[in-house]
């Protein structure tokens, strides 16, 4: 509690509504979506070079720590100014529609490894795959989000360079993790980071993000 009391303190006060409403579409998005798939029609994009890409299970430890990051840089985004926390949102609510429709008009799947061996890496896939059904795959969401961390804060002088190579890697490194643990294909992975900078330069150059200073009746 006094874990969550400090970061809730570190978020600035503008960005809390904003940022909470981030975590509701994103749910709301991804377990919608399934909501239509009772009679739907699954298409599989797995590709040949996919085929190629081995099953790497310690890629999991990645793909789950992927969140920490997200919390991180989507805060650190937040704090930079109240135009470049709008700019985020505004661009992630707007690429969540966007895959939430794609999801439900063209349903994707793929075809997971049947895993026999086991180990600590392993059983974490294993875990992975039990909980997180093979749909809701173009565009990766997990791509999206991770580009989202990286390009908030590239052009950002307040944050240091090291850290913006930083997260441009650890960004680069989910979407590995992505292939490697076959959660993903490889055209998933480039429909979420494509579809993650075209919103995010639609956000500031259709000035979206001049809504929340609507609706917080800012100037």
């Not at 994009?45 to 085929?51: E, G, P």
């Not at 720590?65 to 505004?90: A, D, T």
């Not at 680069?172 to 995010?200: N, P, R, Y």
Request: proline fraction near 4%; glycine fraction near 4%.
């Amino acid at each position: 509690m006094r874990l969550m009391k400090r970061i809730y303190n570190y978020i600035p006060e503008y960005a809390i509504k904003p940022l909470i409403l981030c975590v509701i579409f994103n749910f709301s998005v991804y377990s919608g979506a399934r909501l239509f798939y009772k009679d739907a029609v699954f298409h599989n994009l797995t590709s040949y070079l996919d085929n190629k890409i081995p099953v790497v299970p310690i890629f999991t430890v990645i793909y789950l720590g992927s969140y920490i990051f997200w919390i991180i840089n989507y805060i650190l985004i937040s704090k930079v100014n109240k135009n470049v926390c709008y700019r985020l949102i505004m661009a992630d609510l707007l690429g969540k529609l966007i895959c939430g429709i794609i999801y439900i008009v063209y349903p994707t799947t793929n075809i997971r490894p049947h895993i026999v061996s086991s180990g600590i890496f392993v059983d974490m896939l294993k875990f992975l795959y039990s909980v997180d059904a093979a749909n809701n795959l173009f565009p990766s969401i997990h791509c999206l989000v991770s580009w989202y961390c990286f390009a908030g804060i590239r052009n950002c002088k307040t944050i240091p360079v090291w850290y913006r190579y930083l997260s441009l890697f650890i960004a680069i490194m989910i979407c590995v993790s992505t292939l490697t643990t076959k959660q993903h294909v490889i055209i998933d992975v480039f429909g979420g980071v494509i579809l993650a900078e075209l919103t995010w330069q639609l956000s500031y150059y259709l000035q979206l993000y001049k809504a929340f200073k609507f609706i917080n009746q800012e100037v």
